[in-house]
């Protein structure tokens, strides 16, 4: 599922230019993602339609044995856009980190089925981690590499606070943050749709 929601993402076309291999290395990617970091992972109820992926504060959790099969498994599959694929995922946790300095939530990835996108699934999708953050007193931020998405996370408390290329020469990137206390703290609309993936 996350492999089409994002097949035509700037980044991953940025990484894996043709759209064939991208079909079939984006699911394998966020597999070995999921394997290596310890996140929590909230999915639609019922058949999986989309799926959010919030790391909490403090210093990532990761699987060394998943991360060390990753580093021999990654070259092999991604060949050539393995130098890309690293120095993109480089640039985008200095510009998180440079975005957000302080302890927060952060969005690792938001994905919904292509055919299923404005329904309302995104925004209960969100809701966790904000609800998370809430709870805990800190902001929440996330970096998005698709400019139309400014839009959509901005009706949910987030602003724009750092805009670049990851890496030089690479696709552009916006950080947002949304700060605790919210600005807006009013109810959302979306359907509560988002459980927590076991």
């Not at 019922?46 to 990753?70: F, K, Y």
């Amino acid at each position: 599922m996350l492999g089409r929601a994002f097949h035509d993402d700037p980044a991953w076309r940025w990484i894996v230019p043709d759209p064939r291999r991208r079909r079939t290395l984006l699911p394998w990617l966020f597999r070995m993602g999921f394997e290596i970091l310890e996140a929590e992972l909230w999915t639609t109820a019922g058949p999986v339609l989309g799926a959010s992926r919030w790391l909490p504060p403090g210093p990532p959790q990761v699987h060394v044995g998943a991360m060390l099969r990753a580093a021999v498994a990654t070259p092999l599959r991604a060949r050539e856009a393995t130098a890309r694929f690293l120095s993109y995922g480089r640039a985008v946790e200095a510009l998180r980190v440079r975005a957000a300095p302080w302890p927060h939530w952060y969005l690792a990835g938001i994905g919904v089925e292509p055919e299923e996108q404005r329904r309302g699934i995104g925004g209960a999708l969100l809701g966790p981690g904000i609800e998370s953050a809430d709870a805990a007193g800190i902001p929440c931020a996330l970096v998005t590499n698709t400019e139309a998405n400014i839009s959509f996370y901005e009706k949910h408390g987030f602003a724009v606070v750092r805009e670049e290329e990851t890496p030089s020469g690479g696709p552009r990137a916006w950080a947002l943050v949304r700060p605790y206390p919210p600005a807006n703290r009013a109810a959302s609309s979306d359907p509560p749709v988002a459980s927590p993936a076991l």
